[in-house]
């Protein structure tokens, strides 16, 4: 659990909705710092696929500095590592506790957003379990009260089957929830639709291709947690021969389009999220909640 006695502001939203951007502007105004909440951008070498930022200066392992703005907990996991929930938050709240200025914990991942807003109380003997050693059929039996809710390839999807696990293990058990104001950026589908089509033209623009060969040829496979995501398993098929490239794009922008779709879901459990994308009323709303007025 976290003991953070301060505030923390939060910039949620699905997938190429522009939160980045946002979140870099009003740490300028707040005086502030960003802590990732994407569970993709944590991995080492999960670039171009997981629209990684880039870094203006590297200060240590998973500290970067972007405009002038402190970033924590990008680029710091290898991806054959499972990386608990656990060990996020416990990471997160170190931060927490030692950095001066306005915490900005920005991501599409809504767990780890929930796990550090609403405080969970986690385990480690039950978010640190060697996964790697287990089946399929051994995950879905430690994921039964789950599989009912999710759908068939997700019953056989290790990722999928991990997470549940893992949600099973914190028996939603909740401590003091921190002191937030909760931003979800507010696009409308079509919008969405084209930005997530602009971005997949660009990242294989850019290299998604050969970074995915690249990343083969390092010893990683796609049974690696980093690499069975958005991006990066659609490959699989094609370096088996069995779809093409033009394949592998429309599959990752159908496999993209229903990940947003099942962010905005889960965002939309929080009652008291502000949903926006007015940059000035964010900015201001922000203001008011850190000043107090």
Known sequence: MIAYEGK?????????????????????????YIINADSRQIY??????????????????????????KHFLFDFVDPKEQFSLFKYQKLVSEILNTQEGIPILVGG?????????????????????????LSIEQLQERASKYLPDM????????????????????????????????FVIDVDKDTLK?????????????GLLE?????????YTYNDPGLNSIGYKEFEEYFKNSISLDEV????YT???????????????????IWSNNYEQISQLALNFITGE
């Open 211 to 219: 970074e995915n060969i690249k990343l083969l040829e390092m010893g």
């Open 8 to 32: 923390i502001v939060i910039i949620a939203g699905p997938t190429a909705s522009g939160k980045s951007s946002i979140a870099i502007n009003l740490a300028k105004e707040l005086n502030g």
């Open 249 to 252: 794009k429309e599959n990752i």
């Open 44 to 69: 080492k070498h999960i670039d171009i696929g997981s629209a990684k930022p880039t870094p203006d200066e590297i200060l240590s392992d998973d500290v970067w500095v972007i405009d002038g703005i």
């Open 109 to 133: 991942t809504g767990l780890y957003i929930d796990s550090v807003v609403f405080n969970y109380d986690l385990k480690e003997s039950s978010n640190n379990l060697d996964f790697s050693k």
């Open 151 to 182: 759908t068939e390839s997700d019953r056989g999807n290790r990722h999928r089957l991990i997470r549940a696990i893992q949600r099973e293990s914190l028996g939603r058990s909740k401590g003091k929830m921190l002191d937030n104001i909760y």
């Open 255 to 273: 496999n993209t389009v229903k990940y947003a779709k099942r962010q905005r879901t889960w965002f939309k459990r929080n009652k008291e999220s």
């Open 194 to 206: 084209d930005r997530i089509r602009e971005r997949i033209d660009r990242v294989f623009k850019d």
